[in-house]
Structure formats: structure tokens, C-alpha cells
């Protein structure tokens, strides 16, 4: 049954019509068969979907107000690895029943992230059915300057954003897999609930980086993902990973391994640099507020190596898949 009654249109008014910011290239938004947009002048349109179905992705009471945040900010990071800037995007809700107090903490998530990151809800649905929320997001880049994943070449430095793990470790407390108390706890949940989508950073390294992807279903998985498509292979050392500093004093440094290379849902940057390029690295992204590690170097073949302490390495625990 779709929910195209008085009461749903009263709805959309309410809690989603003024939703994000308001753009001068959005012609006509929410309210009409489709919304009209004005792509900028030179400029490509980049467009990624995401969908976070209830109890495969998000746990049943996660809270309201950070699923509508994360709903977004998961799709923000696929325009952060393409280096393009956020525009406009579409919503398709679907809801097993209304729940206005649950509507209106939802989207007040999802408008914070919109407005920080300068999207405009511009159209979408609603439907009964079970918990899902679908986020179609467009941005725009340069021609010629957005990142694929397909051109990493042997000698380039492979480099992430942030630390790795973290958001892992807050789903496995939320699902009671791991007992970690005070500070540290609340650390971990609000990173696995509040990822930061690296916008910035992606859009520094236009020109700079050889190819790039983001970081969701784990380190080991998604650099796969390059070294398929770019035809090449690529030696990690484990030990230069980014752990925070509340994973070193929380988890043994296997676990915390672990969770940094197989966890996934960081929504960090995964990137590589061709040598020419590591001297400029530091200044571009130097007021993208972010840090970053090398972690590794492309070479030849087609596998990924890991290693520790000089000798090959194994980690206990595999990427995230969907089926």
C-alpha cells in the first residue's frame, strides 16, 4: 500500500518540504512530477545511492535523529572519494507506520547534515512497508578532475584519512560483542553513529591523487576494490594503520587490527599518490581539517599483501558484505 493520502502530503509539508539548504541552481524542488536543476557550467554530475534497511544496517532502536544524519553522511562519502562537491538529493522513506516524534528527530538529523554540507532535498517518497531509507545524492566536479578507482599505478603511496576502526567497534558494543565502559564507549557509539564524510579533503586531492574510494565495507575489501580495477597490487604494513587513541587503550592490538582492516563503515578516504605528487599532499589538505597516514605502496601483480614487523600478516576478521 503507498501512502499517497491527505495525510501523507501534510507529512512531506511538515517535516521534509524546507529540508537542507536552499540552492540558487534548484529551478523547482519538492511539490512537482520532477525537480529541475542547473548543473553549473563545465562542471560533471556525480550521483551515488545508498539504502540502510532496519536490522540489516541499523539496529532497530538506533536513534532517530543520528540514522537521519548518518542516512546522509554515508552517501556524502561516495561524493568525498570522486572529489566532488555536494548538491542535491532525493529521499525515499519507507516506514512500517507514522511515528511524527520519530519523523521529526529523523529529520532534524538528516537537515543537520544537509545544511552543513550544503545539499538541498529537492523531491522523493513515501511508503508502508518495512523500515528503509534510500538517499539518491548528486554532486558536481570539475571535467576530468573526479577520482575513479580505477588509476593507481605501481610506485604510487597508498594513504587513508582519519583513524580506522573506530565506528566497527561501536557497532560490536551496540550488538553486545564487546564490553567497553566510560568515555571510551560513548566515543565509539557517536563515531559509528556521526561518520564524517571527508567533502573537503576529497575535493583537495583533485589532481593530486591517482585514484581513490571510501572507506565502508573495510580496508582490506575496498582496497581490493582499486587493485581490481586499477590492475595492480599493493603491500600494507599493518603497524602504520591510524588507531585512536581509544582503540590502543581499549582493545589488544590484534583485536584492534582487526577492526581497523575488516571492520568497515569508517567513511574515510582511501587514496593513492604518485611520487611526483607526496611533496603537495600536506598543503592541500592542510585546511581540509583532516589527518592523514601512508599506509603502503602500489606495486605489480593483482593481490594485496599485509604485513608486520617485515612478515606476512592475517587479519581475523573479513569485510562487510551485503549477502
Not at 34 to 43: D, G, H, R, T
Request: one cysteine or more.
Amino acid at each position: 500500500m503507498v501512502l499517497k493520502t491527505v495525510k501523507e502530503f501534510k507529512l512531506i509539508d511538515h517535516f521534509f518540504a524546507n529540508l537542507g539548504q536552499t540552492r540558487r541552481d534548484v529551478h523547482l524542488g519538492i511539490g512537482d512530477d520532477c525537480a529541475l536543476v542547473q548543473p553549473a557550467e563545465n562542471k560533471v554530475i556525480a550521483i551515488s545511492c545508498d539504502t540502510l534497511v532496519e536490522n540489516v544496517h541499523f539496529y532497530a532502536d538506533m536513534p532517530a535523529k543520528a540514522l537521519g544524519y548518518k542516512a546522509l553522511a554515508v552517501n556524502l562519502s561516495d561524493l568525498a572519494a570522486m572529489g566532488a562537491e555536494p548538491a542535491w538529493m532525493t529521499l525515499a522513506l519507507t516506514l512500517p507506520e507514522v511515528d511524527e516524534t520519530w519523523l521529526e528527530e529523523f529529520s532534524q538529523g538528516l537537515n543537520e547534515a544537509a545544511q552543513y554540507y550544503g545539499v538541498a532535498l529537492v523531491g522523493g517518497d513515501t511508503t508502508r512497508g518495512p523500515k528503509s531509507i534510500t538517499i539518491t545524492i548528486n554532486g558536481q566536479v570539475p571535467e576530468g578532475k573526479a577520482h575513479t578507482r580505477g588509476g593507481a599505478k605501481n610506485g604510487d603511496w597508498i594513504y587513508v584519512t582519519g583513524s580506522l576502526g573506530d565506528s566497527a567497534v561501536g557497532l560490536a558494543i551496540l550488538g553486545d560483542k564487546l564490553n567497553i565502559d566510560g568515555e571510551a564507549r560513548e566515543y565509539f557509539i557517536q563515531r559509528h553513529y556521526f561518520p564524517t564524510p571527508r567533502v573537503l579533503a576529497g575535493q583537495s586531492l583533485r589532481g593530486l591523487a591517482s585514484s581513490a574510494i571510501d572507506l565502508s565495507d573495510g580496508f582490506v575489501s575496498d582496497i581490493g576494490h582499486i587493485l581490481k580495477r586499477s590492475a595492480v597490487g599493493a603491500v600494507v604494513d599493518v603497524d602504520r594503520l591510524p588507531l585512536s587513541a581509544q582503540m590502543r587503550e581499549s582493545l589488544a592490538e590484534t583485536e584492534a587490527l582487526g577492526y581497523a582492516l575488516t571492520g568497515g563503515e569508517d567513511y574515510e578516504l582511501l587514496f593513492t599518490v604518485p611520487e611526483a605528487q607526496r611533496g603537495a599532499l600536506e598543503t592541500a589538505l592542510a585546511h581540509a581539517g583532516v589527518s592523514f597516514t601512508q599506509v603502503g605502496q602500489i606495486g605489480t601483480g593483482d593481490k594485496l599483501r599485509l604485513i608486520k614487523d617485515g612478515e606476512p600478516y592475517t587479519p581475523t576478521q573479513f569485510g562487510f558484505e551485503h549477502f
